[in-house]
């Protein structure tokens, strides 16, 4: 409950941040009319929606475990990330839209100091985020919190494109606005494609640790004979493994049921994130 509690606090401390840099980049991208500068307002705002939903989502997996859901609720917080991929699907979609209407109906944005100060103070707030949310992320083992800086991340470089075409335009090349909005809008649908396929991975229950890691630690444990019928599935911060062990023949059924107690702990103290362990005791045959 505590490390729901400090994920809160930080979601709420980054949404903060996140909505100022949105409404000043929107607003200032309006009134200058910059597609650039409106495409990062609009992903910037995507990042504070996808914050509340990081919230709902971790009120969800906080829940403890129930009679409905003896596993528990954790995987609502991966939900959670889903919506996040949504946003920024829907915050490309926007933006990819409005650049190609621009490349018929070109406007010429006014570019001043201002507008550089806005968008180099909205890259530095950003990169500071960006690396307290990863940190902090990969600290609690939160599937929200890494998502997130992912696309606080992507962020970033769309606010160091948007500079770049604040130059351009400044030069006498003012089309390069609305092509640099319309590669924006790409990268953020490519942002949105690498938290799909990582929420997918741990709903469809991807493989969570590689067996041979597993095996490396069982094979080691005393009494075990060999392992194999290994999988995993789970969050970084919830694994559940099962896998088959063969035993001496003539092991005692009080031994194998140690053992089995043995290897579940000794996997748990190894490595990292592992909640649950199943393991089913076999006979060893030799094949001599």
Request: aromatic content about 8%; proline content about 2%; hydrophobic content about 50%.
């Amino acid at each position: 409950m505590d490390k729901f509690k400090e994920i809160k606090r930080i979601l709420i401390v980054i949404l903060f941040f996140n909505w100022l840099v949105a409404f000043s980049k929107l607003i200032y991208g309006l009134i200058t009319k910059s597609a650039a500068m409106t495409a990062d307002g609009v992903h910037s705002f995507a990042d504070g929606a996808s914050n509340i939903i990081g919230l709902v989502g971790i009120w969800a997996a906080s829940k403890p475990i129930d009679e409905d859901h003896p596993y528990g609720h954790k995987k609502y917080e991966t939900v959670a990330t889903l919506g996040i991929a949504v946003m920024l699907f829907l915050a490309s979609f926007y933006i990819i839209k409005n650049s190609f209407l621009r490349l018929f109906h070109p406007v010429i944005p006014d570019v001043n100091v201002f507008s550089f100060g806005l968008m180099v103070i909205g890259f530095l707030i950003n990169l500071v985020v960006m690396k307290y949310e990863y940190k902090k992320g990969k600290k609690l083992s939160s599937d929200v919190l890494v998502c997130d800086s992912m696309h606080t991340k992507s962020d970033m470089f769309v606010s160091s494109a948007v500079i770049a075409t604040l130059i351009s335009t400044k030069l006498g090349f003012p089309m390069l606005d609305t092509l640099v909005a319309l590669i924006i809008g790409v990268l953020i649908a490519k942002a949105g494609f690498e938290i799909l396929k990582k929420s997918s991975d741990v709903l469809c229950d991807g493989e969570a640790i590689a067996k041979a890691r597993i095996a490396r630690v069982v094979n080691g444990i005393s009494g075990v004979k060999s392992t194999h019928k290994i999988r995993t599935r789970g969050r970084e911060d919830d694994v559940h493994v099962d896998l088959h062990v063969t035993v001496n023949t003539k092991m005692h059924v009080d031994d194998a049921h140690a053992l089995s107690h043995r290897i579940s702990d000794i996997l748990k103290e190894k490595i990292q994130g592992i909640t649950d362990v199943i393991v089913h005791i076999e006979p060893f045959e030799s094949k001599l």
